[in-house]
């Protein structure tokens, strides 16, 4: 069944690749970006499906310009049935030079950047599924997909404001999916499991992965499979997991392969430990 799925940061990178891979599954896309020039691109490689596709340019800080891609969405396909929180800023936007001359300490770092990825990365995806949770709850279904990042990149030296900023997405999805749990609506993550190459990629990190001094990059299609199951009608009781492309297993059914590789979304409790005990 055809959905409205909304794709945010979908006209480059992994984005580009989720909204386009909805396209080809028989669904209408609205996919918002913030850059313009990126609007061609998108459409051109939409092809045939091009009239399937609606693209726009919105600065998601703004709750107006949020407004403004839930009525675009509606307006042209009706719901949105499908929201995928992916737009964010990434380490080398934060930071250039963090992969030459190392990252920066958080306690350099300018409040006008801390406050910029934190609306982006969580507040943009906080708020838009304030806005798309009520219809989809009236319509008894909806999927809303985040993108965080692994739990270790998370909570590594050096992510600030990062990390934090997926990880309040993070623990966002789990109460979120607990809170919508039972009226037909879900909510998941998507990620890739590892550094992806993107626009986002610094060109030292695909250096060190093509000369394998870093962990292979996940192409952005990667996400595609996933996030297809995520969304789809055998997922109607998934909800408040976590899968990523890197570990997602294509010799299987998509079934078999969410019961193998998910995760909760979330962080495990970690065990009681003695504060003055040297790390273990």
Known sequence: MARTA????????????????????????????????????????????????HCMVADLT????????LAAAAERFGGPDILVNNAGLTFTAIDPDRFTTGPRKFWTLPDEIVQQVMDINYVAGDRMARRVAPGMIARGWGRIVNVTTKLSTMTMAGSVPYGPSKAALEVATEVWAKEIAGTGVTVNIVNPGAGANTPGMSAVMREWSATGRAAKLVEPEEMVAPLLFVVSGAADAVNGFRFDANTWLHDVTPEESARRTGRPAGFEMHPLRDPFAPPA
Do not use: N, S
Request: with cysteine.
């Open 6 to 53: 909304i794709v945010t940061g979908g006209l480059r990178g992994l984005g580009r690749a989720m909204a386009l891979g909805l396209l080809g599954a028989g669904h209408d896309v609205v996919a918002v970006g913030h850059i313009a020039a990126d609007v061609v691109e998108m459409q051109a490689l939409a092809g045939t499906e091009a009239a399937r596709l």
């Open 62 to 69: 703004d709750p107006a310009a949020c407004d403004a891609v």
